[in-house]
C-alpha cells in the first residue's frame, strides 16, 4: 500500500493528467475551428496519450491497493487566440506536469517506496520527450515567424511533428 502522503500526490498527479487531456482536447478543437487541421489532430491524439498517462497512474495506484479518487477537471479557463498561444500553453503545461511528477519521485525516494521509484521513471522519460518535443514546436514556429502563409506551414510542421 502507498503511504497516505503518497497516495495523495499520485491522485494529485491523475487529477494533472486528466486536466491536460481535457486542455489538449480543448486546444484540439479550437485548432479544428480556426482552420489547423493539421495541428488538430496531434493535439486531439495528445489529448488521447494524457488519458493513457491517468489510466496508466490509476491502475498502479489501485495495484499498491491504495484509493484512487475520481475527479473531473474544473472548465478550463485557457484564452487562445492564435496559435502560438496553443503552442505556449502545450510548453506551460508540459513543465507544470515535470515539476509534479519531480515532486512524486522526491517524495517516494524520501519514504524509500522504490517500486514507486521504478514505477514514476516511465514518467520522467515521458516528460522529457513531451517538453523536448513542445519547445521544439515553439522554435520552429517562432522561424516560420507570422508572415504570409505562415498558418499553413506552421499548420503543416505541427502535424508532420507526430506527437
Ligand atoms: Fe502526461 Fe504530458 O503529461
Known amino acids: 500500500m502507498l503511504s497516505e502522503n503518497l497516495q495523495n500526490l499520485f491522485n494529485a498527479q491523475i487529477a494533472i493528467e486528466n486536466t491536460a487531456s481535457y486542455e489538449y482536447l480543448h486546444l484540439a478543437i479550437w485548432c ?21 498517462h491517468m489510466l496508466k497512474l490509476i491502475h498502479y495506484t489501485l495495484e499498491r491497493e491504495s484509493v484512487v479518487k475520481a475527479g473531473y477537471p474544473a472548465p478550463s479557463t485557457l484564452k487562445i487566440e492564435t496559435i502560438f498561444d496553443v503552442l505556449q500553453t502545450f510548453y506551460d ?14 517524495t517516494a525516494t524520501e519514504e524509500r517506496d522504490y517500486n514507486a521509484v521504478q514505477f514514476l521513471q516511465w514518467y520522467v522519460q515521458e516528460q522529457h520527450e513531451e517538453e523536448t518535443l513542445a519547445r521544439t514546436l515553439i ?16 499548420d503543416q510542421m505541427i502535424g508532420k511533428s507526430g506527437g
Open 32 to 52: 479544428a475551428s480556426n482552420g489547423f487541421d493539421e495541428s488538430a489532430k496531434f493535439f486531439f491524439k495528445q489529448s488521447d496519450e494524457e488519458r493513457s
Open 93 to 106: 503545461n508540459e513543465k507544470k506536469v515535470t515539476a509534479s511528477v519531480y515532486k512524486l519521485v522526491d
Open 139 to 154: 522554435e520552429k514556429a517562432n522561424l516560420i515567424g507570422r508572415e504570409g502563409s505562415y498558418r499553413y506551414f506552421i
